[in-house]
């Protein structure tokens, strides 16, 4: 079975930095990939399909890459109502989400 | 506007039965997937299975085989998940969500969640 990884579980960072967070899947995922925003106490927030493409009304600080098994979210400049836990999940047979990674402030 | 709106909070016993319903509103009810998703407090997404709007057919994820049903009823763009002999550990916040227009299974809208709490 395809394992998710995320790194790091958890970080901490400035507003205005820039965050990186890595997911890597055990196999190739054939660029499967979407990353999720869940802030505390919310419904999760789909923020990038197919490795990289942007959802309507997502901010354009929000970039995704890579391919193969290693793919990236980046969140260019970091803002206040950036804090949450993100979630990357594949698709390109049964959805797996990876474990998340909490941005703190 | 679409909108995917779910039953409200349920409080069970080990070894009954849930169900929950999923009403969607704002888009072609059978052109999409409806998927379900669990999150255990504290914990992250857990993907339980997705039913056909259009067909009926579903697939489940393998550890729900045996204790999971979902149907739907086209004629109020209504999905429902039953879970069948619920443990301590089944207690969660269950989403529904669509699934894309593609087919592919990632999830542009959810539902707000259905706390299930099981307990004695």
């Known amino acids: 079975d395809v394992q998710m990884t995320q790194s790091p579980s958890s970080l901490s960072a400035s507003v205005g930095d820039r965050v990186t967070i890595t997911c890597r899947a055990s196999?190739?995922?054939?660029?499967?990939l979407a990353w999720y925003q869940q802030k505390p106490g919310k419904v999760p927030k789909l923020l990038i399909s197919a490795v990289s493409t942007l959802q309507s009304g997502v901010p354009s600080r929000f970039r995704g890459s890579g391919s193969g098994t290693d793919f990236t979210l980046t969140i260019t400049s970091l803002q206040p109502e950036d804090v949450a836990t993100y979630y990357c999940q594949k698709y390109d047979s049964a959805p797996l989400f990876g474990p998340g990674t909490k941005v703190h402030i | 506007q679409v909108q995917v709106v779910q039953s409200g909070a349920e409080v069970k016993k080990p070894g009954a039965s849930v169900k929950v319903a999923c009403k969607a509103s704002?888009?072609?009810?059978?052109?999409?997937?409806i998927h379900w998703v669990r999150q255990a407090p504290g914990q992250g997404l857990e993907w339980m299975g997705r039913?056909?709007?259009?067909?009926?057919?579903?697939d489940h994820a393998q550890r729900f085989q045996d204790r999971v049903t979902m149907t739907r009823d086209t004629s109020i763009s209504t999905a429902y998940l039953e879970l069948r002999s619920l443990r301590s550990d089944d207690t969660a916040v269950y989403y529904c969500?669509?699934?894309?227009?593609?087919?592919?299974?990632?999830?542009?809208?959810w539902g707000q969640g259905t706390p299930v709490t099981v307990s004695s």
């Open positions: 039913i056909s709007a259009k067909s009926g057919g579903t």
């Open positions: 969500a669509r699934g894309h227009i593609s087919g592919a299974s990632f999830f542009d809208y």
């Open positions: 196999q190739g995922i054939n660029n499967g």
């Open positions: 704002g888009y072609t009810f059978s052109d999409y997937y």
